[in-house]
């Protein structure tokens, strides 16, 4: 560490980084405003299986990044790469701006996922390499408290016509492209193509002008030699050596956990959930509650993650999402039991197709239903509280500080495609699948994930608070804890 170091240069950097984050929020939540608007429009008639590819097909663009990411990585490094992205995001808006077929929606999706997928695996790469260790999980958590900004900002927006709610969505990736621009490259970058000068005044810019940097440097460069030393692992050693395929293992679980909690599914399809369930709470302004609680939740995580660590947050996270998902599930099932329930017309919206396979046996009444109209919302924000404090943030901190700088690279790059994978299946599949069974049984669904997940955390993941990288390798080789020295957190 660097002595008389200063935080507000790593956070400047760090938040030049993130303002992709925020624009990935915008991609994630446009479809909650966007899908219903369209429903009640005449320019496009959306079937069910079309609405669902619109929310679900940016996932898809999200997930071949690391593809590109592994080229562009070693060459550019991450600042240059943020840079890029900028373009391809911009041209996604406008691609939306003027959509008026299904077909355009598709490109304009696939174009702003592919973008904003990419910042969630550069940004915090960018941010593991500039931060010091004292910093980087407060750092690392920032990258969701920017995509929760992102959410809140088309959640309040709302209202706002959708194609010019696009167009204000441009400005994010722009400015990302310019406060990037006068922002230093990554001293590890530097080192590892051999600029040590460069490399020097990236680290002071970084530490402050009074830091005294000469013993960090020292430290960065030795662990580009030792890196250098190692080489990169191959796909094949992540699956067959135990120091690898343990933590890649657990990355992958959480990353499944993550969005097999029916995140990106709720925040996709928030406003359509409200109207759905009957409730007599405005669900435009329903959608701007969950969006500010998950701001809220997610900021409070950031002051608190150094002080608990990474685990016990996972732990409670995912233990709340089970009990808010049943919540939910208990709603739905009573309005479904409902033989006098009326379920609110959403003219062509996946949420129609998702609740017209209600029951109708008439064991509740519609005044019961009635009296539980507040739940499915406090369930919800009980929900999105719940994910920001533990599920948001901390499986993207763990992705990177899990696996060793020599497998960091590929392992992370999986996990990252791994995890727009399953959303994929999430918001693609959910609502073919509320068709069938029913809304209530997703839900219940969804609980019983999040409960078979709180036991795996408590089980098998790790505490990496205040670990080095070299503890981190030491709790997966099998090295004696004693060897496991703490620096201060």
Known sequence: MSEGSSLLPQLIATLGATLGAFALGNVIAWPATAIYQIG????????????????????????????????SFPAIGKKWTLIALSVPFIGGWVVLVFANSYGMLLAGRILTGFSGGAFVLAAPAYTAEIAEAKYRGALGALMQLMVCFG???????????????????????????????????SPVFLVSKGNMEEARKSLQFLRGKNAKIDGELAMIEEDVKQSKS??????????????YLKPMGISLVLMSLQQLSGINYVLS??????????????????????????????FFTTLIIEKFGRKVLLVISDFFICVS??????FFKMYEDCAECKFEATTNSSLDAFNSSAATMGFV?????????????????????????????IPWVLNVELMPPEARGIAASICTSFNWIISYIVAKFIPTLGEEIGASSCYFIFAGIALVGTV???????????????DIRNLFSGKPSQDVKKVPA
């Open 40 to 71: 009640d429009e005449d320019k496009m008639e959306l079937t069910t299986e079309q609405e669902s590819q619109v929310v679900a097909i940016s996932m898809i663009g999200s997930a071949v990044v690391p593809i590109v990411a592994a080229f």
């Open 151 to 185: 959410i809140l900002f088309i959640n309040v927006n709302c209202s706002t016509n959708w194609q010019l709610l696009s167009g204000l969505c441009i400005a994010f990736p722009a400015l990302l492209a310019v406060w990037m621009f006068f922002m230093p490259r």
């Open 230 to 243: 190692m080489g990169t692992v191959g796909p094949m050693q992540l699956f067959t050596n135990p120091q």
């Open 269 to 298: 399809y928030s406003t359509l959930i409200f109207k759905s369930s009957g409730s007599d709470i405005d669900s435009c302004l329903s959608a701007m509650l969950v969006g500010g609680i998950q701001v809220a939740g997610t």
């Open 325 to 330: 998902m049943l919540g939910v599930a208990v």
């Open 365 to 393: 009444s519609k005044a019961t239903v009635d009296s539980f109209g507040w739940l499915p919302l406090v369930s919800l924000m009980v929900f999105i509280l719940a994910f920001a404090i533990g599920f948001g943030p």
């Open 456 to 470: 795996f955390i408590i089980l098998v993941v790790p505490e990496t608070k205040g670990k080095s990288e070299d």
